[in-house]
C-alpha cells in the first residue's frame, strides 16, 4: 500500500477539482473514490491519470462491450465464467475469437474514459489518494492529456441532460426530415455529414455511433445538432445493429507462416528421433523464450502453436507492437528448434529447412 497524502468528502469538494489538484500534485499513485454503493480507482503516473477501474457490473469490460453492440449477451456470461487471476475477460475474448486485438485496445481505453466521465455527476462520497514509487503496470493506457480529460468531463456533464431529452434511447431509428422543412443555411462539418450520411431510416441510434468515427457523446451531440437544425428526427422505432470486423490477416498469417516450419521441422525429426524425445526438444524450446507472449500455448501434436492464444496474448499491447511482438517470439523459437534439430539432421535436410525458413518468414531465424 502507498502512503494516503489526501482525503476528503465530495459534498466539499467537486469530482473536477479533486482531478484537477492531482494533476497539479504530479504524483503517481491511485486515486479512491467511495459511495454506497461503488467503489471507483483511477491510476497515475506523475500526474496523468492513466487507468481507472471499477466494482460496478454495469462498468465491467463486458457490459461496456453489449452496450456497443460489440459481443452478445451470452459471449459476456461465457468469457465471464472463464476470467481467472491473471487472465482478464478482454483476453479471453480474444482467445475465444471473439474480439480482435485492435477492438479489445479500442474497447479497454473507452471503457476507462466512461468510468472517469461517469464520476463527473456523483455528489456524495469519499476519496483518498495514496502515493506509490511504481506506476500501475496496465498495459492499456490513456494517453490523452488530464487535463482534456477534465475538461470533456465537464463538457458532457453540462450538454448530457440535453441529449438525453432529444434522444432518450439508443435503440430508436433516426429519420431524415423532409427537404422542405430543413434550413438550406446551415453548414455542417465533414466529420457532421459523414454522421447524416448513416442516418437512412433503419440504423438505430446505437448503430449509428457503432459505425461513427467519433465517440459515443460526440455522435450523440452530433445528432443532437441535427434535432435542433431540423435535419433530422428521432420518432419511436426498432433496433439495428452490426459487427465491426477487423482483418486480422496480419496476424494470422505470421502465426500461420511459422506453424508451417514448425510442422516440417517436427516432421523431420519424427523421421530421426522418438516421440517422447521430439516432444520434449519442442517443450524445450518453449522453456527456452518464455515470455507474456508465448503464455498458456503448448506445441500441438503436429507442431503447430495456438492461434488465438498467441493472438490473445498479444492484444494489450499497442497496435503498433504487436506484430513486432509475435514475430520475435516465433523467431526465438525457430530460431532454437533450428539449432537443436540441426544436431539431429543431415546437410540436405538442414540446407532445406534455411531454404524454407529464408522463403516463408526471412533470414532473421536460425
Known amino acids: 500500500?502507498?502512503?494516503?497524502?489526501?482525503?476528503?468528502?465530495?459534498?466539499?469538494?467537486?469530482?473536477?477539482?479533486?482531478?484537477?489538484?492531482?494533476?497539479?500534485?504530479?504524483?503517481?499513485?491511485?486515486?479512491?473514490?467511495?459511495?454506497?454503493?461503488?467503489?471507483?480507482?483511477?491510476?497515475?503516473?506523475?500526474?496523468?491519470?492513466?487507468?481507472?477501474?471499477?466494482?460496478?457490473?454495469?462498468?465491467?469490460?463486458?457490459?461496456?462491450?453489449?452496450?456497443?453492440?460489440?459481443?452478445?449477451?451470452?459471449?459476456?456470461?461465457?468469457?465471464?465464467?472463464?476470467?481467472?487471476?491473471?487472465?482478464?475477460?478482454?483476453?479471453?475474448?480474444?482467445?475465444?475469437?471473439?474480439?480482435?486485438?485492435?477492438?479489445?485496445?479500442?474497447?479497454v481505453k473507452n471503457q476507462v474514459l466512461e468510468?472517469?466521465?461517469?464520476?463527473?455527476?456523483?455528489?456524495?462520497g469519499t476519496f483518498f489518494f495514496e502515493e506509490t514509487e511504481e506506476a500501475n503496470e496496465e498495459k492499456i493506457k490513456l494517453s490523452t492529456s488530464t487535463t482534456n480529460i477534465i475538461m470533456e468531463g465537464i463538457r458532457r456533464l453540462d450538454?448530457?441532460?440535453?441529449?438525453?431529452?432529444?434522444?432518450?434511447?439508443?435503440?430508436?431509428?433516426?429519420?431524415?426530415?423532409?427537404?422542405?422543412?430543413?434550413?438550406?443555411?446551415?453548414?455542417?462539418?465533414?466529420?457532421?455529414?459523414?454522421?447524416?450520411?448513416?442516418?437512412?431510416?433503419?440504423?438505430?441510434?446505437?448503430?449509428?455511433?457503432?459505425?461513427?468515427?467519433l465517440d459515443e457523446f460526440e455522435t450523440l451531440r452530433v445528432l443532437m445538432a441535427f434535432v435542433l437544425a431540423r435535419y433530422v428526427q428521432i420518432p419511436g422505432g426498432g433496433a439495428g445493429g452490426e459487427e465491426d470486423e477487423e482483418d486480422s490477416q496480419a496476424l494470422e498469417g505470421l502465426v500461420d507462416r511459422y506453424n508451417q516450419l514448425f510442422e516440417k521441422i517436427a516432421f523431420e525429426l519424427g523421421m530421426r528421433l522418438p516421440a517422447g524425445e521430439r516432444e520434449a526438444l519442442f517443450a524445450g524450446a518453449l522453456d527456452s523464450v518464455r515470455g507474456g507472449v508465448l503464455d498458456g500455448t503448448a506445441f500441438q501434436g503436429s507442431g503447430h502453436l495456438p492461434p488465438r492464444t498467441l493472438t490473445a496474448n498479444v492484444a494489450d499491447l499497442p497496435a503498433e507492437q504487436r506484430y513486432a511482438a509475435l514475430h520475435g517470439a516465433l523467431d526465438n523459437v525457430l530460431s532454437f528448434l533450428l539449432f537443436e534439430a540441426g544436431k539431429h539432421l543431415d546437410a540436405d535436410q538442414r540446407a532445406g529447412l534455411y531454404r524454407l525458413v529464408e522463403e516463408r518468414v526471412g533470414a532473421s531465424a536460425g
Open 115 to 124: 468510468i472517469v466521465y461517469g464520476l463527473f455527476s456523483v455528489r456524495e
Open 159 to 213: 450538454e448530457w441532460p440535453r441529449i438525453k431529452e432529444l434522444i432518450p434511447s439508443d435503440h430508436l431509428v433516426p429519420l431524415l426530415t423532409p427537404s422542405e422543412v430543413r434550413d438550406p443555411g446551415v453548414r455542417f462539418l465533414d466529420g457532421e455529414l459523414e454522421i447524416l450520411a448513416l442516418v437512412d431510416g433503419r440504423r438505430s441510434v446505437r448503430n449509428i455511433i457503432y459505425h461513427s468515427n
Open 1 to 107: 500500500m502507498g502512503e494516503r497524502i489526501l482525503e476528503g468528502v465530495l459534498r466539499a469538494v467537486s469530482v473536477p477539482d479533486v482531478l484537477t489538484f492531482v494533476n497539479m500534485l504530479k504524483k503517481t499513485g491511485t486515486l479512491s473514490l467511495r459511495t454506497e454503493t461503488s467503489v471507483r480507482r483511477l491510476y497515475w503516473e506523475r500526474g496523468e491519470l492513466v487507468f481507472a477501474s471499477s466494482n460496478l457490473p454495469e462498468e465491467s469490460l463486458g457490459s461496456f462491450l453489449v452496450r456497443h453492440g460489440r459481443i452478445t449477451p451470452d459471449q459476456n456470461l461465457q468469457s465471464g465464467l472463464q476470467v481467472e487471476p491473471g487472465k482478464r475477460q478482454g483476453k479471453v475474448l480474444v482467445q475465444m475469437g471473439i474480439l480482435t486485438p485492435k477492438q479489445l485496445w479500442w474497447a
